[in-house]
């Protein structure tokens, strides 16, 4: 805003003034005796009469700068939002997925543990367990590996949360992202 205020100001009267005081003494003359006191004073007046479209020009490209401006925090807005929200879904895909691998671990038990009390019967062969038995042991890793996932965005999430509360901690008057800008 201030841009555009300079640039308006352009076109307004310009005052200007001057005063200057001096005191000279010069022994070498004979016909002026003493020191000699030098006292002026002035006020100048200028405006421009017209500037060949230079100051409406100037003023344009002021308010286009303000909405430009406007333009850019709505965008900055909008990606601090979309990240946020794209945080956020990141950590819960991460926490259901941890979820189900937990699921499907839990009915690889069962499903050996079945055909563990089938071969005991006599219902079932020993392929039936060995199956059951690689399929448990191949579910761990996949738990494992979701649940590092999971933690590993919880931990990214909370870490840029910090950041943010740090921020605001800084700067009462921040934004509900931490970001001064967002109100």
Same mark, same amino acid.
Do not use: C
């Given at each position: 805003?201030?841009?555009?205020?300079?640039?308006?100001?352009?076109?307004?009267?310009?005052?200007?003034?001057?005063?200057?005081?001096?005191?000279?003494?010069?022994?070498?003359?004979?016909?002026?005796?003493?020191?000699?006191?030098?006292?002026?004073?002035?006020?100048?007046?200028?405006?421009?009469?017209?500037?060949?479209?230079? $100051?409406?020009?100037?003023?344009? @490209?002021?308010? &286009?700068?303000? !909405?430009? /401006?406007?333009?850019?925090? %709505? =965008? +900055?807005? *909008?990606? $601090?939002?979309?990240?946020?929200? @794209?945080?956020? &879904?990141?950590? !819960?895909? /991460?926490?259901?997925?941890? %979820? =189900? +691998?937990? *699921?499907?671990?839990?009915?690889?038990?069962?499903?050996?543990?079945?055909?563990?009390?089938?071969?005991?019967?006599?219902?079932?062969?020993?392929?039936?367990?060995?199956?059951?038995?690689?399929?448990?042991?191949?579910?761990?890793?996949?738990?494992?590996?979701?649940?590092?996932?999971?933690?590993?965005?919880?931990?990214?999430?909370?870490?840029?949360?910090?950041?943010?509360?740090?921020?605001?901690?800084?700067?009462?008057?921040?934004?509900?992202?931490?970001?001064?800008?967002?109100?």
């Amino acid at each position: 805003m201030g841009r555009y205020a300079e640039e308006r100001a352009a076109v307004l009267p310009q005052v200007t003034a001057t005063g200057t005081v001096g005191r000279s003494q010069d022994e070498t003359q004979l016909f002026v005796p003493g020191p000699q006191d030098v006292r002026a004073a002035g006020i100048a007046l200028s405006q421009p009469l017209y500037t060949w479209g230079q $100051v409406g020009a100037a003023i344009r @490209a002021a308010r &286009y700068g303000i !909405l430009t /401006a406007a333009d850019e925090l %709505r =965008i +900055a807005r *909008q990606a $601090v939002y979309r990240d946020v929200s @794209a945080t956020f &879904y990141d950590v !819960l895909l /991460a926490k259901e997925l941890n %979820r =189900i +691998a937990a *699921q499907n671990l839990e009915q690889k038990i069962l499903h050996q543990d079945e055909a563990r009390r089938k071969l005991a019967a006599g219902v079932a062969t020993e392929y039936d367990l060995l199956a059951a038995e690689v399929g448990v042991e191949n579910a761990r890793p996949e738990l494992i590996r979701t649940g590092i996932s999971s933690g590993r965005r919880e931990i990214s999430s909370s870490f840029s949360w910090g950041l943010r509360r740090k921020w605001m901690e800084r700067d009462p008057k921040a934004g509900p992202h931490g970001l001064p800008f967002l109100r």
